[in-house]
């Protein structure tokens, strides 16, 4: 599945030009690194329903790797795949790309599109805000790599996340920040959470 994903990305790269792809911080991941990701995950024998996130998700490189991970692991029945994607470009992709991964699947597998703005859309419940969500939606695990893309300060993503943007913000952290949030909410009610997500080393530096 994982072979196929990756050449109608290819194909895709070929066919949208970098200035379109670049307003979204659009790069993917390669099979090499999605793959080594999928096997990072220690996967309880106890989990039968696995809920995952993957956030900025693309043409679902990475969530394909995590699907094909789980499919050699009996105890998992049942997968709920949620993606958030809002370039409208790579969304017909994207869901072409998960259908082949539903057909090849003996899983129950359940997808969920997002189409809205990951951050701006939960910017309410991320901050406890009057008309926010006061039960978010969990994950066990996250698998993700976000938008590289220095924003405004005025931006409406650094916006709605004020407590974590110092200096000149940068999309990836907002990303990684809000994914965070999610899954340690997921971690107080079990303890197979996991994250895992491509990050720039910019992230370890003094004062981000
Ligand atoms: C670095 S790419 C990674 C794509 C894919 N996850 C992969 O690893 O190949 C980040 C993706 O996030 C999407 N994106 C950017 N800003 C977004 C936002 N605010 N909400 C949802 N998706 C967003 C981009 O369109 C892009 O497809």
Not at 40 to 66: E, F, H, M, N, W
Not at 165 to 193: D, E, R, T
Request: hydrophobic share 40%; proline share 5%.
């Amino acid at each position: 599945m994982l072979d196929c994903i990756i050449e109608r990305t290819i194909r895709y790269i070929d066919g949208m030009p970098k200035k379109e792809r670049k307003k979204y911080g659009q790069f993917f991941t390669s099979k090499e690194t999605a793959h080594f990701m999928a096997e990072l995950y220690t996967i309880p024998q106890s989990l039968s329903k696995v809920r995952i996130l993957d956030a900025g998700a693309g043409s679902g490189i990475l969530s394909c790797a995590l699907l094909e991970r789980l499919e050699r692991v009996a105890s998992v029945r049942s997968i709920e795949l949620t993606c958030y994607e809002n370039d409208d470009n790579i969304l017909g992709l994207l869901r072409e790309n998960l259908r082949t991964c539903q057909a090849n699947s003996e899983k129950d597998l359940q997808i969920n599109i997002i189409t809205d703005n990951y951050i701006t859309s939960q910017y309410l419940d991320f901050n406890h805000m009057l008309g926010g969500n006061p039960e978010p939606k969990e994950y066990d695990f996250v698998i993700g790599n976000p938008p590289y893309m220095k924003i405004s300060k005025d931006a409406p993503e650094a916006a709605a996340m004020p407590d974590v943007c110092y200096g000149s913000p940068n999309l990836y952290f907002i990303f990684a920040a809000m994914v965070a949030k999610w899954c340690i909410l997921s971690l107080v009610h079990g303890p197979q959470g996991l994250i895992l997500s491509v990050l720039d080393s910019i992230f370890l530096q003094k004062g981000n």
